[in-house]
Protein backbone atom coordinates (compact mmCIF):
# COMPACT_ATOMS: atom_id res chain seq x y z
CA UNK A 1 0.00 0.00 0.00
CA UNK A 2 1.10 3.54 -0.64
CA UNK A 3 0.37 7.26 0.40
CA UNK A 4 1.65 9.87 -1.82
CA UNK A 5 1.44 13.33 0.17
CA UNK A 6 2.16 16.43 -2.08
CA UNK A 7 2.31 19.90 -1.20
CA UNK A 8 3.62 23.10 0.87
CA UNK A 9 3.99 24.35 4.16
CA UNK A 10 4.17 28.02 4.16
CA UNK A 11 1.78 31.03 3.50
CA UNK A 12 1.56 32.79 0.87
CA UNK A 13 4.88 34.08 -0.76
CA UNK A 14 6.58 31.77 1.27
CA UNK A 15 5.97 33.33 4.61
CA UNK A 16 6.30 31.45 7.53
CA UNK A 17 6.14 28.08 8.44
CA UNK A 18 8.56 24.79 7.29
CA UNK A 19 10.20 24.25 3.64
CA UNK A 20 7.97 21.94 1.56
CA UNK A 21 10.50 19.03 2.14
CA UNK A 22 11.25 19.14 5.96
CA UNK A 23 7.41 19.89 6.52
CA UNK A 24 6.01 16.59 4.59
CA UNK A 25 8.93 14.41 5.26
CA UNK A 26 8.05 15.11 9.06
CA UNK A 27 4.66 13.97 8.38
CA UNK A 28 5.58 11.21 5.84
CA UNK A 29 7.83 9.63 9.06
CA UNK A 30 5.01 9.95 11.16
CA UNK A 31 2.41 8.17 8.85
CA UNK A 32 5.14 5.59 8.32
CA UNK A 33 5.27 5.27 12.01
CA UNK A 34 1.83 4.23 12.37
CA UNK A 35 0.88 2.01 9.07
CA UNK A 36 4.18 0.26 8.96
CA UNK A 37 3.46 -1.61 6.35
CA UNK A 38 2.56 0.83 3.83
CA UNK A 39 4.97 2.91 1.46
CA UNK A 40 4.62 6.86 2.04
CA UNK A 41 6.12 9.26 -0.46
CA UNK A 42 6.40 13.23 -0.22
CA UNK A 43 6.38 15.17 -3.03
CA UNK A 44 6.48 19.53 -3.12
CA UNK A 45 4.14 20.56 -4.67
CA UNK A 46 3.01 24.27 -4.40
CA UNK A 47 3.85 27.68 -5.13
CA UNK A 48 7.44 30.05 -4.06
CA UNK A 49 9.98 27.28 -2.98
CA UNK A 50 8.11 24.68 -2.70
CA UNK A 51 8.32 24.92 -6.99
CA UNK A 52 11.62 25.84 -6.86
CA UNK A 53 11.97 22.69 -5.32
CA UNK A 54 10.12 20.54 -7.61
CA UNK A 55 11.45 21.84 -11.08
CA UNK A 56 14.95 21.14 -9.23
CA UNK A 57 14.02 18.30 -8.54
CA UNK A 58 14.22 17.78 -12.33
CA UNK A 59 17.73 18.83 -14.11
CA UNK A 60 16.78 16.45 -17.13
CA UNK A 61 13.93 19.14 -17.80
CA UNK A 62 16.44 21.62 -18.26
CA UNK A 63 14.27 24.45 -16.79
CA UNK A 64 15.46 27.25 -14.08
CA UNK A 65 12.31 27.99 -11.97
CA UNK A 66 12.40 31.90 -11.04
CA UNK A 67 9.50 32.19 -8.37
CA UNK A 68 8.72 36.17 -7.59
CA UNK A 69 7.54 37.01 -4.29
CA UNK A 70 4.23 38.23 -2.98
CA UNK A 71 6.23 41.03 -1.80
CA UNK A 72 8.46 42.24 -3.98
CA UNK A 73 7.52 45.19 -5.70
CA UNK A 74 9.50 44.79 -8.80
CA UNK A 75 9.97 41.79 -11.44
CA UNK A 76 13.66 43.65 -12.64
CA UNK A 77 15.55 40.67 -10.50
CA UNK A 78 13.06 38.12 -12.11
CA UNK A 79 14.44 39.73 -15.43
CA UNK A 80 18.03 39.50 -14.51
CA UNK A 81 17.89 35.77 -13.44
CA UNK A 82 15.83 34.81 -16.91
CA UNK A 83 19.01 36.17 -18.44
CA UNK A 84 21.25 33.96 -15.96
CA UNK A 85 19.41 31.23 -17.01
CA UNK A 86 19.58 31.85 -21.16
CA UNK A 87 23.01 32.36 -21.00
CA UNK A 88 23.23 28.97 -18.85
CA UNK A 89 21.02 27.25 -21.58
CA UNK A 90 18.47 26.30 -19.93
CA UNK A 91 14.38 27.11 -20.31
CA UNK A 92 13.43 30.31 -17.82
CA UNK A 93 10.42 29.74 -15.82
CA UNK A 94 9.10 32.56 -13.77
CA UNK A 95 6.32 31.82 -11.54
CA UNK A 96 4.36 34.38 -9.17
CA UNK A 97 0.51 34.85 -7.66
CA UNK A 98 -0.65 37.82 -7.09
CA UNK A 99 1.41 40.25 -5.53
CA UNK A 100 0.66 43.07 -3.03
CA UNK A 101 2.19 45.24 -5.78
CA UNK A 102 2.86 44.97 -9.15
CA UNK A 103 4.73 46.89 -11.65
CA UNK A 104 3.26 45.08 -14.88
CA UNK A 105 6.19 43.34 -15.55
CA UNK A 106 8.39 46.64 -16.85
CA UNK A 107 11.27 46.08 -14.24
CA UNK A 108 11.83 42.43 -16.21
CA UNK A 109 11.14 44.51 -19.27
CA UNK A 110 14.05 46.67 -18.47
CA UNK A 111 16.18 44.08 -17.79
CA UNK A 112 15.87 42.01 -20.76
CA UNK A 113 16.03 45.10 -23.26
CA UNK A 114 18.72 47.56 -21.41
CA UNK A 115 16.07 49.78 -21.19
CA UNK A 116 15.24 51.99 -18.25
CA UNK A 117 11.64 52.36 -18.01
CA UNK A 118 10.12 55.17 -16.00
CA UNK A 119 6.78 54.11 -14.26
CA UNK A 120 4.31 56.75 -15.44
CA UNK A 121 1.85 57.01 -18.00
CA UNK A 122 4.07 59.08 -20.41
CA UNK A 123 6.93 56.46 -20.52
CA UNK A 124 5.15 53.47 -20.83
CA UNK A 125 3.21 54.43 -24.33
CA UNK A 126 6.77 56.08 -25.16
CA UNK A 127 9.59 53.48 -24.63
CA UNK A 128 7.31 50.29 -23.79
CA UNK A 129 7.23 49.62 -27.52
CA UNK A 130 10.54 50.05 -28.36
CA UNK A 131 11.91 48.03 -25.23
CA UNK A 132 9.67 45.11 -26.01
CA UNK A 133 11.41 45.15 -29.90
CA UNK A 134 14.96 45.07 -28.05
CA UNK A 135 13.89 42.39 -26.07
CA UNK A 136 11.88 40.06 -28.91
CA UNK A 137 15.31 40.16 -30.59
CA UNK A 138 17.05 39.34 -27.83
CA UNK A 139 14.63 36.51 -26.92
CA UNK A 140 14.23 35.48 -30.45
CA UNK A 141 14.38 31.83 -30.63
CA UNK A 142 14.55 30.87 -27.12
CA UNK A 143 11.76 29.36 -25.11
CA UNK A 144 10.35 31.24 -22.04
CA UNK A 145 7.50 30.57 -19.88
CA UNK A 146 5.25 32.19 -17.02
CA UNK A 147 4.28 29.99 -14.50
CA UNK A 148 0.59 31.34 -13.25
CA UNK A 149 0.04 30.98 -9.67
CA UNK A 150 -3.03 32.88 -10.09
CA UNK A 151 -5.82 32.98 -12.40
CA UNK A 152 -6.26 36.54 -12.51
CA UNK A 153 -5.24 39.06 -15.16
CA UNK A 154 -3.58 42.17 -15.25
CA UNK A 155 -5.73 44.51 -16.50
CA UNK A 156 -9.66 44.33 -15.67
CA UNK A 157 -12.52 44.16 -13.26
CA UNK A 158 -10.77 41.34 -11.40
CA UNK A 159 -7.46 41.67 -11.93
CA UNK A 160 -4.49 42.10 -9.45
CA UNK A 161 -4.39 45.66 -10.66
CA UNK A 162 -8.07 46.51 -9.62
CA UNK A 163 -7.78 43.94 -6.44
CA UNK A 164 -5.48 43.47 -3.91
CA UNK A 165 -4.37 39.97 -2.28
CA UNK A 166 -7.31 40.31 0.44
CA UNK A 167 -9.66 40.51 -2.58
CA UNK A 168 -10.56 43.98 -2.03
CA UNK A 169 -10.46 47.12 -4.12
CA UNK A 170 -7.07 48.62 -3.94
CA UNK A 171 -8.09 52.13 -2.88
CA UNK A 172 -5.25 53.97 -4.83
CA UNK A 173 -5.21 53.49 -8.59
CA UNK A 174 -3.47 55.81 -11.15
CA UNK A 175 -5.94 55.37 -14.05
CA UNK A 176 -3.44 57.41 -16.37
CA UNK A 177 -0.85 54.46 -15.87
CA UNK A 178 -3.79 51.49 -16.03
CA UNK A 179 -5.10 53.24 -19.46
CA UNK A 180 -1.94 53.74 -21.23
CA UNK A 181 -0.59 50.04 -19.76
CA UNK A 182 -3.94 49.11 -21.95
CA UNK A 183 -3.39 50.54 -24.55
CA UNK A 184 0.50 49.10 -25.13
CA UNK A 185 -0.48 45.83 -24.11
CA UNK A 186 -3.58 46.05 -27.02
CA UNK A 187 -1.52 47.05 -29.63
CA UNK A 188 1.38 45.44 -28.55
CA UNK A 189 -0.24 41.90 -28.32
CA UNK A 190 1.49 38.82 -28.07
CA UNK A 191 4.50 38.64 -30.27
CA UNK A 192 4.84 36.57 -33.35
CA UNK A 193 6.63 33.19 -33.73
CA UNK A 194 7.92 31.15 -36.05
CA UNK A 195 6.62 28.20 -34.94
CA UNK A 196 3.81 28.00 -32.75
CA UNK A 197 3.77 27.04 -29.15
CA UNK A 198 1.30 25.26 -27.12
CA UNK A 199 -0.10 27.27 -24.52
CA UNK A 200 0.26 30.58 -27.21
CA UNK A 201 -3.04 33.14 -27.05
CA UNK A 202 -4.43 33.27 -30.39
CA UNK A 203 -3.18 36.36 -32.57
CA UNK A 204 -5.11 39.64 -31.58
CA UNK A 205 -5.44 38.41 -28.33
CA UNK A 206 -4.40 41.55 -25.64
CA UNK A 207 -2.41 39.29 -22.86
CA UNK A 208 -3.12 42.07 -20.32
CA UNK A 209 -6.71 40.53 -20.20
CA UNK A 210 -5.77 36.87 -20.50
CA UNK A 211 -6.60 34.43 -17.17
CA UNK A 212 -3.28 34.20 -15.29
CA UNK A 213 -1.55 37.14 -16.80
CA UNK A 214 -1.03 39.31 -13.53
CA UNK A 215 0.97 36.63 -12.21
CA UNK A 216 4.51 37.60 -10.80
CA UNK A 217 3.87 41.22 -10.43
CA UNK A 218 2.20 41.48 -13.79
CA UNK A 219 5.51 39.24 -15.19
CA UNK A 220 3.20 36.84 -16.76
CA UNK A 221 1.39 39.50 -19.23
CA UNK A 222 4.82 40.96 -20.13
CA UNK A 223 6.17 37.44 -20.67
CA UNK A 224 3.06 36.48 -23.41
CA UNK A 225 3.77 39.97 -25.15
CA UNK A 226 7.56 39.23 -25.68
CA UNK A 227 5.67 35.50 -27.47
CA UNK A 228 6.39 33.14 -24.67
CA UNK A 229 4.17 30.72 -22.89
CA UNK A 230 1.85 31.02 -19.86
CA UNK A 231 0.79 27.60 -17.84
CA UNK A 232 -0.88 27.24 -14.84
CA UNK A 233 1.49 26.35 -12.44
CA UNK A 234 -0.09 23.17 -11.18
CA UNK A 235 -0.70 21.43 -14.48
CA UNK A 236 3.69 22.68 -14.77
CA UNK A 237 4.11 21.00 -11.56
CA UNK A 238 1.85 17.72 -12.74
CA UNK A 239 4.14 17.52 -15.51
CA UNK A 240 7.64 18.03 -13.79
CA UNK A 241 6.79 15.78 -10.80
CA UNK A 242 5.32 13.19 -13.02
CA UNK A 243 1.83 13.58 -10.87
CA UNK A 244 -0.13 10.95 -13.20
CA UNK A 245 2.23 8.18 -12.55
CA UNK A 246 2.92 8.70 -9.07
CA UNK A 247 -0.79 8.47 -8.68
CA UNK A 248 -1.21 5.37 -10.60
CA UNK A 249 0.80 3.41 -7.82
CA UNK A 250 -1.09 5.18 -4.89
CA UNK A 251 -3.75 4.00 -2.26
CA UNK A 252 -4.10 7.47 -0.62
CA UNK A 253 -3.32 10.63 -1.31
CA UNK A 254 -2.28 13.47 1.64
CA UNK A 255 -2.59 17.18 0.15
CA UNK A 256 -0.52 19.88 1.63
CA UNK A 257 -1.71 23.23 1.83
CA UNK A 258 -1.33 25.61 5.21
CA UNK A 259 -4.32 27.98 4.89
CA UNK A 260 -7.48 26.03 3.44
CA UNK A 261 -9.85 28.91 2.98
CA UNK A 262 -12.00 28.96 -0.07
CA UNK A 263 -10.53 32.65 -1.30
CA UNK A 264 -6.95 31.12 -0.49
CA UNK A 265 -7.46 27.86 -2.84
CA UNK A 266 -9.01 29.82 -5.70
CA UNK A 267 -5.08 30.39 -6.46
CA UNK A 268 -3.58 27.13 -4.91
CA UNK A 269 -2.70 23.76 -7.13
CA UNK A 270 -4.52 21.73 -4.19
CA UNK A 271 -7.21 21.24 -7.14
CA UNK A 272 -4.78 20.26 -9.83
CA UNK A 273 -4.02 16.99 -7.18
CA UNK A 274 -7.45 16.75 -6.38
CA UNK A 275 -8.51 16.44 -10.33
CA UNK A 276 -6.28 13.67 -10.70
CA UNK A 277 -6.74 11.83 -7.60
CA UNK A 278 -10.92 11.91 -8.63
CA UNK A 279 -10.06 10.68 -11.80
CA UNK A 280 -8.38 7.31 -10.09
CA UNK A 281 -11.23 6.89 -7.46
CA UNK A 282 -8.44 7.95 -5.17
CA UNK A 283 -9.31 9.32 -1.35
CA UNK A 284 -8.12 12.60 -0.46
CA UNK A 285 -7.13 13.99 2.87
CA UNK A 286 -6.38 17.49 3.19
CA UNK A 287 -3.62 18.87 6.12
CA UNK A 288 -3.54 22.42 6.58
CA UNK A 289 -2.45 24.79 9.63
CA UNK A 290 -5.82 26.41 9.45
CA UNK A 291 -9.23 25.78 7.53
CA UNK A 292 -12.55 27.48 7.24
CA UNK A 293 -13.74 24.80 5.33
CA UNK A 294 -17.65 23.65 5.53
CA UNK A 295 -17.98 19.39 4.71
CA UNK A 296 -19.66 21.19 1.66
CA UNK A 297 -17.07 23.37 0.24
CA UNK A 298 -14.39 20.46 1.13
CA UNK A 299 -16.34 18.15 -1.34
CA UNK A 300 -16.38 20.86 -3.60
CA UNK A 301 -12.43 20.66 -3.94
CA UNK A 302 -12.27 17.07 -3.89
CA UNK A 303 -11.50 16.60 -0.26
CA UNK A 304 -12.93 13.92 1.61
CA UNK A 305 -11.08 14.24 5.20
CA UNK A 306 -9.27 17.51 7.19
CA UNK A 307 -6.46 17.45 9.60
CA UNK A 308 -5.60 20.68 10.99
CA UNK A 309 -2.26 20.56 12.81
CA UNK A 310 -0.10 23.28 14.17
CA UNK A 311 2.93 24.74 12.49
CA UNK A 312 5.85 22.73 14.47
CA UNK A 313 7.81 19.57 14.23
CA UNK A 314 6.07 17.26 16.78
CA UNK A 315 2.46 18.07 15.60
CA UNK A 316 3.44 16.88 11.90
CA UNK A 317 4.82 13.88 12.79
CA UNK A 318 1.38 13.50 15.27
CA UNK A 319 -0.39 14.39 12.14
CA UNK A 320 0.80 11.73 9.97
CA UNK A 321 0.25 9.30 12.57
CA UNK A 322 -3.33 10.67 12.90
CA UNK A 323 -3.76 10.11 9.27
CA UNK A 324 -2.39 6.80 9.21
CA UNK A 325 -4.70 5.32 12.04
CA UNK A 326 -7.51 6.21 10.09
CA UNK A 327 -6.87 6.11 6.54
CA UNK A 328 -4.25 3.32 6.42
CA UNK A 329 -6.36 0.57 8.04
CA UNK A 330 -5.10 -2.89 6.39
Do not use: C, K, N, Y
Not at 54 to 72: C, D, K, N, Q, T
Not at 238 to 267: K, N
Request: aromatic letters at 2%.
Amino acid sequence: MRALIAGHWSGPGGRGGLPASAALALFARGFREAAPGWEAEAIPFGPGAAFAEAVSRAPARGLAPIPVGIEEASTRRAGEQVLGALEAGLVPVVEGGHSIDSDAGLGMLSALSGAELAGDAASIERDVPSALDAARRRLSGRDLVAAASTARPLLGMASVMALGVDLEPRPLQDRDITSALSRVFRSAGPARTALPLAGDPAPGRDPSRLPGSGAAGGAAAMILALGGRLVPTGDLLADVTDLGSRLDLADLVVVAEPLLHSPHLADATLDTVTRAAASRALPVVALGSESSLSAHEAAEWGIHGILVVRDSRDALVEGGRRVARTWART
